[in-house]
């Protein structure tokens, strides 16, 4: 059973990135997934969830604002981030994390997968 986040990488101030959250020995699509962020001494951030019925809970209006979009396929059982208007402050390894709703405990997380924006 892993939960592995993917598609991070180096990118300019105003760039793009879609992040990708994948499961392995269960199937995504019966747990809600939340995506989060720990920037180098901070603690971790909490940025959106999508439950399995694709309701979506954000948590990080003030910080990312309309920049960051959560969605899911069903035909490739993957959760994705999409990144839009990247700034150096979004800088942080992000996680994606799997469980029975957004507002419980969540049972399963990804090793995470750096994102650096460079000013």
């Known amino acids: 059973v892993q939960l592995q986040a993917s598609g991070g990488g180096l990118v300019r101030t105003g760039g793009s990135l879609r992040l990708s959250c994948a499961a392995s020995g269960f199937i995504l699509g019966y747990y809600a997934v939340g995506w989060f962020r720990q920037a180098p001494g901070k603690e971790r951030e909490p940025l959106s969830c999508?439950?399995?019925?694709?309701?979506?809970?954000?948590n990080a209006e003030d910080s990312v604002g309309g920049r960051f979009t959560v969605f899911r396929t069903i035909s490739n059982d993957t959760v994705f981030l999409e990144m839009i208007g990247l700034k150096p402050e979004d800088t942080a390894v992000y996680y994606c994390a799997a469980g029975g709703g957004c507002l419980s405990d969540f049972e399963y997380w990804g090793q995470g997968t750096l994102v650096t924006v460079s000013s």
């Open positions: 999508i439950d399995l019925h694709g309701f979506i809970t954000s």
